[in-house]
């Protein structure tokens, strides 16, 4: 018996203080939106990163 594929989603995680595109990440669909810190190379500092689907 084969398994069936789960289903996943190419989201993006951009900056809130740039708006820059830093980070993309595959997960599976639904649930709430994502909101990470994470490292933002324009700033050099960790920020607030929060997902757009593009």
């Known amino acids: 018996?084969?398994?069936?594929?789960?289903?996943?989603?190419?989201?993006?995680?951009v900056c809130e203080e740039t708006g820059d595109y830093n980070y993309t990440i595959?997960?599976?669909?639904?649930?709430e939106k994502l909101r990470l810190k994470k490292f933002s190379p324009r700033l050099r500092r960790h920020t607030l990163h929060v997902e757009k689907k593009k």
């Open 1 to 13: 018996m084969a398994k069936g594929k789960k289903k996943l989603e190419v989201i993006h995680l």
């Open 26 to 31: 595959r997960r599976k669909t639904g649930g």
